[in-house]
């Protein structure tokens, strides 16, 4: 009697690149986690808790896209609830990186913690306006959107800005240079995914399914970009700190 063995494959079509993209997301997102943890052990010590955290926000990402490949696969449908899920963990890190970066400079937990509130609020009335249908998802993109728009505020305006220019720091200049392109326009591809929603503004431009696709390229862009950045300047202030020793 033959025997089978129930294998879990499933294969990537080629010509998918919402599929084809959630597997390169997965390797990418696992490859610069296992870069930034190692990367750690390069740094000084008071860099090293940035570079974990730059690694915690591309592992945790890298086993979300692990799941949410399997499951947009065998469904067909976007994986909506894994992505929020992945995304409110990743997020408040990410604000935790700008807190790390400005705190040598005298940052203020409260800052964070705007920061963190502002993305849960980005974050729930996304969610929302992904799971309540055609008749109402502008009016939560556009809530969402408020919020999203206060965290760019605060980057380029607020009490992260103002410790920035305070700063006689060239590395945290730079840094904050390249964190504020990735927020407005690395940032910015979400929300231009969202409205490929049905009922929105871009509904019937592009087909539903790929949504995942602006979805996935925004997030390896920030993501490993934002830890690239941290590496860079983490980097520089070693050697600078080597050199004056
Ligand atoms: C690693 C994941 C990141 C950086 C995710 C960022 C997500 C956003 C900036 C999402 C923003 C949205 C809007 C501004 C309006 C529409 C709904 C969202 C949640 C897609």
């Given at each position: ?76 449908e976007n994986p909506t609830a894994l992505r929020y899920i992945?995304w409110t ?33 980005m974050l729930i009335t996304g969610f929302i306006g992904e799971t309540t249908g055609v008749d109402s998802n502008i009016f939560w993109g556009?809530l969402s ?45 979400y929300p231009?995914g969202y409205m490929i929603l049905p009922g929105n503004?871009?509904s019937?431009?592009?087909?539903t399914s790929?949504i995942d696709?602006f979805y ?30």
């Amino acid at each position: 009697m033959e025997q089978f063995i129930l294998l879990n494959v499933l294969e990537i079509p080629t010509d998918d690149w919402v599929a084809i993209t959630f597997f390169i997301g997965y390797m990418a997102m696992f490859a610069s986690a296992v870069f930034f943890f190692v990367e750690r052990g390069n740094v000084s010590q008071k860099w090293k808790t940035s570079l974990l955290v730059s690694g915690l926000i591309t592992g945790i990402a890298a086993v979300h896209y692990y799941y949410m490949k399997d499951y947009y696969l065998a469904t067909g449908e976007n994986p909506t609830a894994l992505r929020y899920i992945d995304w409110t963990l990743t997020v408040p890190l990410m604000c935790v990186e700008f807190y790390l970066l400005t705190k040598p400079f005298g940052a203020k937990g409260s800052t964070l913690f705007k920061l963190i509130l502002a993305s849960i609020g980005m974050l729930i009335t996304g969610f929302i306006g992904e799971t309540t249908g055609v008749d109402s998802n502008i009016f939560w993109g556009v809530l969402s959107t408020i919020f999203y728009l206060y965290i760019v505020y605060e980057v380029f305006a607020g009490d992260v800005a103002k410790l920035t220019q305070n700063s006689n720091s060239e590395g945290l200049k730079q840094a904050m240079f390249l964190m504020k392109i990735f927020i407005t326009a690395g940032w910015a591809i979400y929300p231009i995914g969202y409205m490929i929603l049905p009922g929105n503004l871009l509904s019937g431009v592009f087909e539903t399914s790929q949504i995942d696709l602006f979805y996935n390229i925004a997030d390896a862009v920030n993501k490993i970009g934002f830890g690239l950045v941290v590496y860079y300047v983490a980097t520089k202030e070693t050697a600078k700190e080597k050199a004056a020793a």
